[in-house]
């Protein structure tokens, strides 16, 4: 008798939980406030020689690593708020790479975007939650050469991702952006253009935390 007792002592408050908690990844997507912390991989990026007083050619922006944040705040079961920051540190290169090395380095470069916009969530089952977000803000193109400015525009970006669920609180972050910057003419800093349109692209994954 005492061990039955005992048993229900046991069993009840654990029933209890489990009602409340079916499952720790049992949540809904768009309710949650996101923190998500990411590396990445951007590629693309061309300066014409009509859009930059650096040089006297068209130099691409090579590719290499990113590090970004998000926050994502739930404003409706349709969509939340996102804000959002990526730095890349990278160079500007001639793009004439050769069987025996890449392209020539001509002067580093840091590319950091802040923006703002909306993710839209589709599909939210328990494990996996994809998403669609748009953004815009300002793009810093800041080049490292001696009695040349950094230059602030107008960027936007747009991707597609999901976040997979781990645990109730983590997830996994995996998207694909897109971003344009417009670099309209001017003759501020070092941006000088008849060409308005500077695009590149972003592999990223990351860690996701829910609150």
């Known amino acids: 008798m005492r061990k039955f007792l005992l048993l229900l002592l046991i069993l009840i408050p654990a029933t209890s939980f489990a009602?409340?908690?079916?499952?720790?990844?049992?949540?809904?997507f768009h309710d949650t406030t996101d923190l998500s912390l990411w590396g990445g991989y951007r590629y693309g990026g061309t300066l014409t020689a009509d859009q930059a007083n650096l040089?006297?050619?068209?130099?691409?922006?090579?590719?290499?690593?990113s590090i970004g944040a998000a926050i994502d705040l739930p404003i409706s079961p349709m969509f939340k708020v996102e804000l959002m920051l990526s730095n890349q540190h990278s160079h500007f290169t001639t793009g004439d790479a050769t069987l025996f090395g890449p392209g020539v380095n001509l002067a580093n470069?840091?590319?950091?975007?802040?923006?703002?916009?909306?993710l839209f969530p589709f599909d939210d089952t328990r494990d996996v939650h994809p998403y669609f977000v748009a953004t815009a803000g300002m793009a810093s193109i800041d080049p490292r050469v001696p009695?040349?400015?950094?230059?602030?525009?107008?960027?936007?970006?747009?991707?597609?991702?999901?976040?997979?669920?781990?645990?109730?609180?983590?997830g996994l972050r995996v998207e694909e952006r897109g971003y344009f910057t417009s670099l309209p003419q001017t003759n501020e800093c070092f941006a000088c253009s008849?060409?308005?349109?500077?695009?590149?692209?972003?592999?990223?994954?990351?860690?996701?935390?829910?609150?």
């Open 147 to 170: 009695q040349v400015s950094s230059a602030t525009r107008f960027a936007a970006s747009g991707g597609v991702g999901a976040r997979f669920q781990l645990t109730r609180e983590v």
């Open 55 to 65: 040089f006297n050619q068209d130099v691409d922006v090579a590719s290499s690593g």
């Open 109 to 118: 470069v840091n590319i950091t975007y802040y923006q703002a916009g909306l």
């Open 19 to 28: 009602q409340r908690y079916p499952d720790q990844r049992d949540h809904r």
């Open 194 to 211: 008849n060409r308005n349109g500077f695009f590149q692209g972003e592999t990223n994954v990351g860690i996701s935390f829910s609150f």
